[in-house]
Each structure stands twice: as C-alpha cells, then as structure tokens.
Nanobody
Framework: QVRLVESGGGSVQAGGSLRLSCVAS????????MGWFRQAAGKKREGVGG????????GVHDSVRGRFTITEDNAKHTMYLTMNNLEPEDTAVYYC????????????????????WGQGTQVTVSS
C-alpha cells in the first residue's frame, strides 16, 4: 500500500521559516514525479513545486520562487519543502503527491499528474 505522509507544519510569524517533509512508503519513487501542493481555506488547491526523481529537473510556482526550495533524500524516500520568508498568504494545508513518470504528462506541478497523495499538513503564517 502506497502512503505519503507529510509532517513539519505549524504556526509561524511572517518572515519565519518551516521545512515540510514527505515520506513515501510502499512506493519507490525512483522514476517518478513528485510535487507539493497547497490549499487555502475557500480556495482551490494549487501547485507549489515539483520535480522528476530520475533527472532531478524541478521547478516552483512563481508565487514562491526565491522563497521555497524542494529537495530530496533518495535513501530515505523523503521529499522536503523548505519555506523561507513566509507570508500570511502562504497559510494553507500543504500536500505532497507522487506518480510514476509515465503518468506525469502534465508536469510535476500540475495535480492532474499525480496519483498518490498525502493527508496534508497545516501551515499558518501570522502577520
């Protein structure tokens, strides 16, 4: 059974930092796309960033470029989202997602590409 489990969310003040983790089990994402998404209250879920595990090619959404970074530890089957200079607008539930690369036709930052999803972790940024 494939599981993605996020952790690391919490409450911070504007300008602060958090690092989210996503651990994959029952699944070896050696040739996959993986991504981070978020959904604020009353809004649609949106892509934050993602990458291809085999090539390492990655990208982030314009709204977080320069502040958020995606990294991974392949040995631990873990993906990270490091978030710096957080803003109140970053408040949302953050989800990680993954899929075999053959399914990633829309790219890793498009939720249509992904099959497996975590349960989400809340990030709250206060002003």
């Amino acid at each position: 059974q494939v599981r993605l489990v996020e952790s690391g969310g919490g409450s911070v003040q504007a300008g602060g930092s958090l690092r989210l983790s996503c651990v994959a089990s029952g699944y070896t994402p050696s040739n996959s796309c993986m991504g981070w998404f978020r959904q604020a209250a009353g809004k649609k879920r949106e892509g934050v960033g993602g990458f291809y595990t085999r090539t390492g090619v990655r990208g982030v959404h314009d709204s977080v470029r320069g502040r958020f970074t995606i990294t991974e530890d392949n040995a631990k089957h873990t993906m990270y989202l490091t978030m710096n200079n957080l803003e109140p607008e970053d408040t949302a539930v953050y989800y990680c997602a993954a899929a075999p690369v053959d399914h990633c036709v829309w790219g890793p930052i498009d939720q249509r590409s992904h099959i497996y999803w975590g349960q989400g972790t809340q990030v709250t940024v206060s002003s």
